[in-house]
């Protein structure tokens, strides 16, 4: 079992930038593929970016592409978010998911465990 936290979350206005960060206790994230997902309000809960294991593998949602930069270190057991020029379509709950294939997946339902979530608000 692995147990995520998100942190990092607030308000920004547009154009402007938040880096989310994921910590994970009761194990370690080494082996673990990593992945971000976000959900607005009446939405489903939509993928965001993921990393695989060893960090070479990174997938992005278009939507996300050339903004949006994730990245693991293992020494922290921690996985980031880093996102630049926000837009007011950004705003969601963003959430931190582990999957134990050690892949970057993009499905909900390849992913084991999940964090709660911290909520992303960006003004127009």
């Known amino acids: 079992q692995v147990q995520l936290v998100e942190s990092g979350g607030g308000l920004v206005q547009a154009g402007g930038s938040l880096r989310l960060s994921c910590a994970a206790s009761?194990?370690?994230?080494?082996?673990?593929?990593m992945g971000w997902f976000r959900q607005a309000p009446g939405t489903e809960r939509e993928f965001v970016a993921s990393?695989?294991?060893?960090?070479?593998?990174?997938t992005y949602a278009d939507s996300v592409k050339g903004r949006f930069t994730i990245s693991r270190d293992s020494a922290k057991n921690t996985v980031y978010l880093q996102m630049n020029s926000l837009k007011p379509e950004d705003t969601a709950v963003y959430y931190c998911?582990?999957?134990?294939?050690?892949?970057?997946?993009?499905?909900?339902?390849?992913?084991?465990?999940w964090g709660q979530g911290t909520q992303v608000t960006v003004s127009s």
């Open positions: 998911a582990a999957n134990e294939r050690g892949l970057a997946k993009s499905r909900r339902e390849d992913y084991d465990y």
């Open positions: 009761g194990r370690t994230l080494m082996a673990l593929g």
């Open positions: 990393i695989s294991w060893s960090g070479v593998g990174r």
